[in-house]
């Protein structure tokens, strides 16, 4: 089972989440094999959420989609310039860990916010002709917006430690050279697959294959790098709420940002689902997501991204405790 690193973020949601579990225990203790179910929660109405590092995008950034917020924790947000829109709100804190300098955002020209910009008290820049619809600027991190990213954050852990418990329905080699494709088929209404990486060569497709009900998980130890022009897409009625693509590595504690990304993606891929990486993500241009991107530590997108928010909401695991 996968443990938090960082305690000291959960000043505001800790009586709940550790109360939640404590009851859930005690539900398993007492009704036997029954387990209560684990969601992503609050972590769903992130489309980009950047744990422990910076979130940086670059120009002429379109996020849309119902909610559509970008958070970061323990370190700043950039948001790049050349009438980048973000349709939801942009969050950023150290939770008020003194340590840290109070957390900044940064919009360059003609970038958009149409929601509100958040920090823990540091700044809010606005460059030239940029926009904020809201601007707080909270150094008491009450406001709702850092109780819900905190909120979050913590709920990424508790499903990604849903995950690991999970028992293996398939096991792949996921390597695809360039221009090559693979197609995977469920098996059960609930499929956890495990590879031990995931790398998909320049104008690669890996197609994930379902029903419309069922619920992927795509696991990898290693790192997952995704080529110029490679796609994740989907087939039989698969949606993206339902696919989680995760790269499980993650180092304990506060460090550096990972170098290179165990993350990566290329310039124009494409992908459907919900990417969780366990370390830095790091994508080039011209990138495009039906989905969601969460990474633990810190995110970094060229210019172009394209994200149509789509929340793996679909996914409902038994947890928190393994079996």
């Not at 979050?152 to 999970?166: I, K």
């Not at 619920?215 to 897409?233: F, M, N, Q, R």
């Not at 990566?264 to 366990?278: L, Q, W």
Request: glycine share 12%; charged share 10%.
């Amino acid at each position: 089972m996968k443990f938090s690193k960082k305690p000291i973020r959960r000043r505001l949601s800790a009586v709940l989440t550790a109360s939640a579990t404590i009851g859930c225990f005690a539900l398993i203790g007492f009704a036997g094999a029954a387990q209560a179910q684990v969601t992503l929660g609050p972590a769903a109405q992130f489309a980009l959420l950047a744990d422990d590092g910076a979130l940086d995008v670059g120009n002429h950034t379109l996020i849309s989609g119902p909610g559509g917020n970008i958070g970061a924790t323990y370190n700043d947000i950039s948001i790049g310039g050349n009438n980048t829109d973000i349709i939801g709100n942009a969050v950023d804190t150290v939770f008020g860990e003194i340590m840290f300098p109070p957390a900044t955002i940064t919009l360059l020209n003609y970038a958009h916010v149409v929601g509100t910009c958040v920090t823990d008290g540091g700044d809010i820049i606005l460059n030239t002709g940029a926009t904020c619809t809201h601007q707080v600027m909270d150094p008491t991190d009450t406001n709702p917006n850092i109780v819900l990213l905190g909120e979050a954050v913590d709920q990424e852990e508790v499903f990604d430690a849903a995950v690991l418990c999970q028992q293996p329905t398939q096991s792949v080699t996921i390597n695809l050279a360039a221009g090559k494709t693979k197609t995977i088929t469920d098996t059960t209404a609930l499929n956890v697959i495990t590879a031990p990486n995931i790398t998909l060569g320049n104008s690669a497709v890996l197609t994930l294959s379902g029903n419309s009900t069922d619920i992927v998980i795509l696991e990898t130890t290693g790192p997952i790098t995704i080529g110029d022009s490679a796609k994740i897409v989907l087939a039989g009625g698969l949606v993206p709420q339902n696919v989680w693509i995760s790269s499980t590595t993650e180092f304990v504690g506060f460090h550096k940002p990972a170098t290179p990304p165990t993350t990566m993606i290329g310039n124009s891929a494409v992908i459907n689902g919900t990417i969780h990486g366990g370390e830095t993500c790091s994508l080039g241009t011209g990138v495009t997501f039906n989905g969601a991107l969460i990474c633990d530590y810190g995110i970094t997108a060229g210019a172009n991204l394209t994200m149509n928010f789509k929340p793996a909401t679909g996914i409902s695991l038994p947890g928190p405790g393994c079996p």
